[in-house]
């Protein structure tokens, strides 16, 4: 049978027994400090996670959403992205931080490929709308989509004109009348 804590041993490619103990940053894999003891390193009073967890511990405070980069020995350095949040509880009446983490380093490097792609979208964009050639883009019913400034010299219609018209109603004249 699995263990309830599977998906987390399994995240960080650990038995449950190595991480049992372990101070947050050593168990997530916290680069801010590696040969420090959790909150003791240089960057630990800037670290979300260590701030996050120090208010917990002292507050009871809940936090959400903290996203920290981290890597460990089992991932062979491989940076991770993990989604982490922190908890109070009481465990035979001293309060506790019970942290809870989601690898999220798909998901991450998915948005920056897509930002690259709408970066890369826009400049193409930009370059069209500039043109002096006539670029008129539609969809697969031939519903004008983009119109530049070119094909507003060429045809005499304006982009707010053209954009959501049927290309051929707009363009196609009939030479029978």
């Known amino acids: ?20 103990g372990l101070a947050p940053c050593k168990a997530l894999g916290c680069g801010n400090s590696p040969s420090y003891s959790c909150r ?9 996670l260590c ?15 903290i996203e920290i980069w981290s890597s460990s020995e089992a991932d062979e350095g491989e940076q991770r992205c993990l989604e982490v949040s922190t908890t109070a509880i009481t465990i035979q009446r001293t309060r506790k931080a019970l942290v809870c ?3 999220i380093t798909q998901r991450r490097k998915l948005e920056a490929e897509l930002l690259l ?3 890369e979208s826009d400049r193409q964009t ?3 709308a500039f043109s002096h050639d006539a670029i008129v883009t539609c969809d697969g019913n031939w519903v004008i989509s983009g119109w530049n400034r070119g094909a507003e ?8 004109e053209s954009v959501g018209k049927n290309i051929h109603l707009l363009l196609c004249h009939n030479s029978s009348s």
């Open 153 to 160: 010299e060429l045809y005499g219609w304006r982009e707010t």
């Open 51 to 65: 701030l996050a967890l120090l208010d917990t511990l002292t507050n009871g405070t809940t936090h959400d959403g």
């Open 101 to 103: 983490a989601q690898d």
């Open 117 to 119: 792609r709408q970066e």
């Open 1 to 20: 049978p699995r263990s309830p804590l599977f998906p987390y041993t399994t995240l960080f490619r650990s038995e449950l027994a190595d991480l049992e």
């Open 126 to 128: 930009a370059l069209l």
């Open 40 to 48: 003791t390193g240089p960057s630990c009073s800037q670290c979300p």
